[in-house]
Nanobody, 120 residues
């Protein structure tokens, strides 16, 4: 049994910052790629950033500059530092991880999401 639990969301004023965390727990052999996604009301879920187990990161062009993804492999935890937040960043933020529960068996897991609301 594997769980991904996000935390750190909340209400913040425009221009403020938040740091999201995603902690993986359970039967984990190894965690490969991890990522953050977000979904605003009435919109499709979109990619925010990804990070490999080695620390290589990827951001879509629309997410470059204000968001920083990182991870602590020893803690099975991923982070998203969000700065200069804008009202259009308001969304539910989800973490996703490709987790090996055995040497050769991996699954994609999603967290339950954490709400980020940016007021103008």
């Amino acid at each position: 049994q594997v769980q991904l639990v996000e935390s750190g969301g909340g209400l913040v004023q425009a221009g403020g910052s938040l740091r999201l965390s995603c902690a993986a727990s359970g039967t984990i052999f190894r965690i490969n790629d991890m990522g953050w996604y977000r979904q605003a009301p009435g919109k499709q879920r979109e990619l925010v950033a990804t990070i490999t187990s080695g620390g290589s990161t990827y951001y879509p062009d629309s997410m470059k500059g204000r968001f920083t993804i990182s991870r602590d492999n020893a803690k099975n935890t991923m982070y998203l530092q969000m700065n200069s937040l804008k009202p259009e960043d308001t969304a539910v933020y989800y973490c996703k991880a490709d987790i090996y529960t055995m040497l050769t068996l991996s699954y994609v897991f999603w967290g339950q999401g954490t709400q980020v609301t940016v007021s103008s």
